[in-house]
């Protein structure tokens, strides 16, 4: 149980494109959805936090109009790198937790590289 | 800042050895605790969940609970290769709301 999809795995673009990712809980509903970026060799650094229906809350430093993340339902989430460029390229993970107290499940991860 | 420390490592064991890896965390009210394992390039696993204090045991793997401490550990039993990887410790506040990740501790064991 406790399965979170996300897609696609890789995207390479060229840089001004706007990426989708999606992050789905298959056999949950999620009442809240995060998003992370990790670079080579280093720690999980959280970008921003989802509940369905509401505004994601973005982790200081996170520039909500170039990531863009909409949690339309309880078991979808999607983030958009709006105009990439290739600072962004990074690996972009989702996860997705069933209620408070409960540990988070991971997507398997987008790598994300902007040409 | 509610903060999660483990050792970076790298933690080389032996194959069939124990490995030890600990967590401490700042937060006293912390409810929550939860080790995840990642491979180099995936993301992470969650490997246990645990939320009273104590032991609690799942086949090979053994997490460790001192609240009065705030100290978490997670023990391994008979280490294999396949093992190695970075651990990462997992705390949410009182409030079982937000998160907190370690820095995760790398753990090689040795064939």
């Known amino acids: 149980g406790a399965v979170v999809s996300q897609h696609p795995s890789w995207v390479i673009c060229k840089s001004g494109t706007s990426v989708k990712i999606e992050c789905r809980s298959l056999d949950f509903q999620a009442t809240t959805m995060f998003w992370y970026r990790q670079f080579p060799k280093q720690s999980l650094m959280l970008m921003a936090t989802s509940n369905e229906g509401s505004k994601a809350t973005y982790e200081q430093g996170v520039e909500k109009d170039k990531f863009l993340i909409n949690h339309a339902s309880l078991t979808l989430s999607t983030l958009t790198v709006t105009s990439a460029h290739p600072e962004d390229s990074s690996f972009y993970i989702c996860?997705?937790?069933?209620?408070?107290?409960?540990?988070?499940?991971f997507g398997d991860g987008t790598r994300l590289s902007i040409l | 800042q509610k903060e999660v420390e483990q050792n970076s490592g790298p933690l080389s064991v032996p194959e069939g050895a124990i490995a030890s890896l600990n967590c401490t965390y700042s937060?006293?009210?912390?409810?929550?605790f939860f080790w995840y394992r990642q491979y180099s390039g995936k993301s992470p696993e969650l490997i246990m969940s645990?939320?009273?204090?104590g032991d609690k045991e799942d086949g090979r793997f053994t997490a460790q609970l001192n609240k009065a401490s705030q100290y978490v550990s997670l023990l391994i039993r008979d280490s294999q290769p396949s093992d190695s990887a970075t651990y990462l410790c997992a705390v949410t506040d009182n409030y079982g709301q937000n998160f907190v990740f370690g820095p995760g501790t790398r753990l090689s064991v040795l064939p």
């Open positions: 937060d006293r009210g912390s409810q929550s």
């Open positions: 645990i939320y009273s204090n």
């Open positions: 996860s997705a937790r069933y209620s408070l107290n409960q540990p988070q499940h």
